[in-house]
């Protein structure tokens, strides 16, 4: 059974940076689709990146966040790394990683959550002086 796990969170000042990881347990998470996503109290939920599941260069990012975060993948940790910068105390929010495990390959990677099965428990990510 595949678990994913996120892992990086806690509390950043505004301006800083924070790298999140999404790693799994019993499998590589190579071969998939990866999105993050986040919810902030009182707010929906928001896809913030994604990855495709065969090229890496293919990814897409919300709005509120293009130009601050990249997405990337480690091949040799199997993990995928949301790299947040210029943090905003907007940007405060639980962050969960998802796997899309049933998509075909070769696909481009959406943001909605509904095409993403296996999630992660979430991490929390704050950002304040």
């Known amino acids: 059974q595949l678990k994913v796990v996120e892992s990086g969170g806690g509390l950043v000042q505004p301006g800083g940076s924070m790298r999140l990881a999404c790693a799994a347990s019993?499998?590589?998470?190579?071969?998939?689709?990866i999105g993050w996503f986040r919810q902030a109290p009182g707010k929906e939920r928001e896809g913030v990146a994604c990855?495709?599941?065969?090229?890496?260069?293919?990814?897409s990012f919300a709005e509120s966040v293009k130009g601050r975060f990249t997405i990337s993948r480690d091949y040799l940790e199997h993990a995928v790394f949301l790299q947040m910068s210029s943090l905003k105390p907007e940007d405060t929010a639980a962050y969960y990683c998802?796997?899309?495990?049933?998509?075909?390959?070769?696909?481009?990677?959406?943001?909605?959550?509904?095409?993403?099965?296996?999630w992660g428990q979430g991490i929390q990510v704050t950002v304040s002086s």
């Open positions: 998802a796997v899309d495990t049933m998509g075909n390959y070769g696909s481009a990677c959406v943001r909605s959550a509904e095409n993403y099965d296996l």
């Open positions: 990855i495709s599941n065969y090229d890496d260069s293919i990814t």
């Open positions: 019993g499998r590589s998470l190579d071969p998939f689709a």
